[in-house]
């Protein structure tokens, strides 16, 4: 309880009324209004779905699976991502570090899931995802522990790595693969470029809510110049029924081989490793301090949870998805209220078998623009944490252009470790886990090992002088 106050003529004052204000709520914890919230999730959800929909349509092709199958994966592919971002925005218990995160499938897991399923077969894919989702709660107190040889040097390396490699990604979404049928076909090439140019375009003239929706007004303005265009198929839009339901066990009950399991074990590490990037930079992009002793750990149970669940819908193993991150800076807006409202349009969207139809005539090259841009902040957010990486030093600057020349390797020369044996070469070809293994080690070197080693030998040449 406050006590009075004396001025310097000593009549008393009363003491100063206790401030009744709530704390200041963080822009990441600020409730919107339902309707912004919704509008922004929708905006969320409308970069992303290209990836549940290609992943899916991926393994449709490569193991020919019926449309039927086809669309029950779907339709979980969208459930699972909607309930992987309500754990990780929301972060119940210890799951989810409460940051605002999209969860998705597809990528290297999807792809070391397809060789699992062609070697062994699906029932061994299946049960490969659920032990490798297991192996995640089995490895992350040790990993936890290494966390403190992960300073911003790595991190910003490994970010820079991941944005390049997105970037990537999105620009394979324009192009098509160098070598396919209508590879940089030019009418996708003014699609992409379009849909970037009216994403500035709205971004310069617009403020308030319409500028932070930019993302969402350019992707729609360029979908509606790819129907102008006619370059989209609008007939699968409108066929089918209104409901469609995930299935458990759609390949039968899974069968547990940990040989078969192994690559997929050995890619949760890095896994593992670019979780701990994606966690540090989406408290960056939000202005957030956390501890990444619990905040890292927190996602990955996120993923392990998230991965354990979609292993029972026959699903390959969900990722935390840095590529929201990207949306988040560019929009400005923070709140994990919205990615957890992306997460119940993802459900929905799981089961409302139109919607999904509807989303995914979005012709890639739209998509791929879109996405180009979100990528490309990511990579600008790794360059922000080097730079406050103290990069005069000789040192930091050597590491940083090791790690970044051998991360990098394997993203702009596909296929260079092709001669390799299949599990090391699992590893080598994940850019993002190179470069944060290699940044990792060099820093312990460098910054922990070298001194001690110059320390003594000053001490002995001391002792040796006496």
């Known amino acids: 309880m406050s006590s009075p106050r004396q001025t310097l003529s000593g009549t008393e004052q009363p003491p100063a009324p206790e401030s009744t204000d709530p704390p200041a709520v963080h822009p990441v914890d600020e409730s919107r209004p339902l309707g912004r919230i919704l509008l922004f999730g929708i905006q969320h959800v409308l970069v992303m779905a290209a990836t549940p929909i290609s992943a899916i349509f991926l393994m449709s092709a490569t193991l020919r699976l019926d449309d039927g199958l086809t669309v029950k994966l779907l339709s979980a592919a969208f459930v699972l991502s909607g309930i992987g971002s309500l754990i990780q925005s929301l972060g119940p218990w210890k799951f989810g570090p409460r940051l605002p995160f999209v969860m998705l499938p597809g990528g290297a897991p999807l792809i070391l899931f397809l060789a699992i ?273 103290d990069l005069d030093r000789h040192t930091h600057t050597f590491v940083c252009a090791v790690a970044l020349a051998l991360g990098l390797l394997p993203i702009l020369i596909p296929g260079v470790y092709a001669g390799f044996p299949p599990n090391l070469r699992i590893l080598l070809e994940s850019g993002v886990a190179v470069g944060a293994f290699v940044a990792a080690v060099l820093n312990v070197l460098f910054h922990h090992v070298r001194p001690g080693i110059a320390a003594r030998l000053a001490t002995s040449r001391t002792e040796s002088e006496r």
């Open 117 to 389: 399923a062609e070697q062994h077969g699906l029932r061994t894919a299946t049960g490969a995802v659920i032990l490798t989702a297991a192996f995640y709660f089995l490895v992350l107190p040790v990993f936890s522990r290494l966390l403190a040889f992960f300073p911003a040097l790595v991190i910003g390396t490994m970010i820079v790595i991941v944005g390049v490699n997105l970037v990537k990604v999105g620009a394979v979404l324009v192009t098509g693969r160098p070598g396919s049928p209508g590879f940089a076909d030019t009418t996708n090439l003014v699609l992409g470029m379009a849909t970037i140019g009216f994403t500035v375009v709205f971004y310069l003239l617009f403020t308030g809510v319409l500028r932070q929706l930019a993302v969402m007004l350019g992707l729609l303005a360029g979908t509606t110049l790819a129907a102008l265009l006619g370059r989209m198929d609008l007939g699968s839009a409108v066929e089918g029924g209104l409901v469609s339901l995930p299935e458990a066990m759609p390949f039968g009950s899974p069968q547990f081989n940990l040989l078969a399991a192994l690559p997929l074990m050995l890619y949760s590490l890095a896994s593992m490793a670019e979780a701990t990037g994606q966690t540090v930079i989406n408290a960056e992009a939000v202005g957030k301090d956390i501890d990444r002793r619990t905040a890292v750990p927190a996602t990955v149970r996120g993923d392990a949870l998230t991965s354990l669940l979609g292993g029972c819908f026959g699903l390959p193993l969900m990722v935390t998805s840095g590529e929201n991150i990207g949306i988040v800076r560019v929009t400005g807006v923070r709140s994990r209220y919205v990615t957890a409202a992306a997460g119940v349009v993802l459900i929905a969207i799981g089961f409302l078998a139109p919607v999904t139809r509807a989303i995914s005539v979005i012709p890639s090259a739209v998509v791929g623009g879109t996405a180009m841009v979100v990528f490309a902040v990511i990579t600008v957010l790794g360059v922000q944490m080097l730079g406050r990486s």
